[in-house]
């Protein structure tokens, strides 16, 4: 099989079988030979495990996910990349690929039908970037039987993600994420290793999904309510962010701070998971 993060093996196929790059697609395939390597070996591919991939592109992660996992189920929506895939992972009889849009598909029943001789399901991924959040808050408030999530993402991403809660940097896609899972940065890859080169260096983020949730939030949907006034208006004080929405009545505010013991001009950015939960169960108590 040829070196598929090679240039020249790259512009072959895309001459042979007519395909141009489809921005639209986030399609930036990588060059580096040495990303795919580690990020399938720190994903989680090894020969008891099933590897969900989305947007397999050319096939260059896949086919390092193939050569150590049992089976890889990868999903992508570009048919025109169909038959390249077909050509670039012949060697394999361990991957299907499967056409279609990973925000569409049902994934856990093409994990339960893909994986079902797998000890552990692990998805490993070269996102396209125009959907890096919608698809990880899907794998992840799915509840999906997996282990880790281990995808590429745009650096600013992977630092939103991986600061800790209540820390400035962090924001609603931070503490839903580490409400799921446990985030970590796992090496940076910069922007030149890909072609064409994104506007944007990137990083490698593994996300080790908890077993069981250890925050109890009371009512999660109105931990994710709280969550989203909150940090749609992340410069506001907790008084003013919670209530100028609609989402809590001034009086509501007032009452689940207090009973939380939080300051009301404290700002959402500055409260940690425990903070955070314990909030969430007073406004929970508050608006049964
Ligand atoms: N894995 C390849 C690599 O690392 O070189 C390609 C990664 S590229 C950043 C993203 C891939 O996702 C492209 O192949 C693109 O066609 C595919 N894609 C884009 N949107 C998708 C969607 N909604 N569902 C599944 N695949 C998608």
């Not at 050319?58 to 077909?86: F, W």
């Not at 939103?160 to 924001?171: D, E, H, N, Q, T």
């Not at 939030?217 to 969550?227: A, I, L, R």
Request: charged share 20%.
């Amino acid at each position: 099989m040829s070196n598929l993060s090679d240039i020249g093996t790259i512009r072959d196929i895309m001459q042979r079988h007519g395909f141009s790059f489809s921005k639209g697609l986030g399609q930036n395939f990588l060059i580096n030979p040495t990303v795919c390597p580690r990020m399938a070996e720190l994903g989680g591919a090894n020969e008891r495990s099933g590897i969900l991939e989305i947007g397999p592109g050319i096939g260059v992660l896949t086919a390092e996910l193939a050569k150590r996992a049992r089976h890889v189920a990868a999903i992508e929506l570009d048919d025109r990349l169909l038959p390249v895939l077909a050509e670039t992972l012949a060697d394999f009889s361990n991957v299907h690929v499967i056409h279609g849009d990973v925000m569409k598909l049902n994934l856990a029943t093409i994990i339960a039908e893909e994986f079902a001789d797998c000890d552990e399901i692990a998805v490993c991924a070269n996102l396209p970037y125009y959907i890096t959040s919608p698809v990880i808050m899907n794998l992840l408030e799915s509840r999906l039987p997996v282990k880790s999530v281990t995808v590429m993402v745009q650096k600013e991403a992977a630092d939103r993600i991986c600061a800790p809660v209540g820390s400035r940097k962090s924001g609603a896609l931070t503490v839903a994420v580490h409400y799921y899972a446990v985030p970590e940065t796992l090496f940076k890859v910069s922007r030149g290793s890909f072609m064409p080169p994104p506007n944007v260096d990137s990083a490698v983020i593994r996300m080790t999904v908890r077993e069981t949730l250890l925050f109890d939030v009371g009512d999660e949907k109105v931990f994710f309510s709280m969550v989203k006034a909150g940090f749609s208006q992340r410069r506001k004080t907790l008084s003013n962010s919670l209530t100028s929405g609609g989402f809590l009545t001034r009086t509501q505010a007032a009452e689940a701070l207090s009973g939380a013991d939080i300051a009301p001009n404290t700002r959402i950015e500055a409260l940690n998971m425990e903070g955070l939960a314990c909030l969430s169960r007073n406004i929970s108590g508050l608006l049964k």
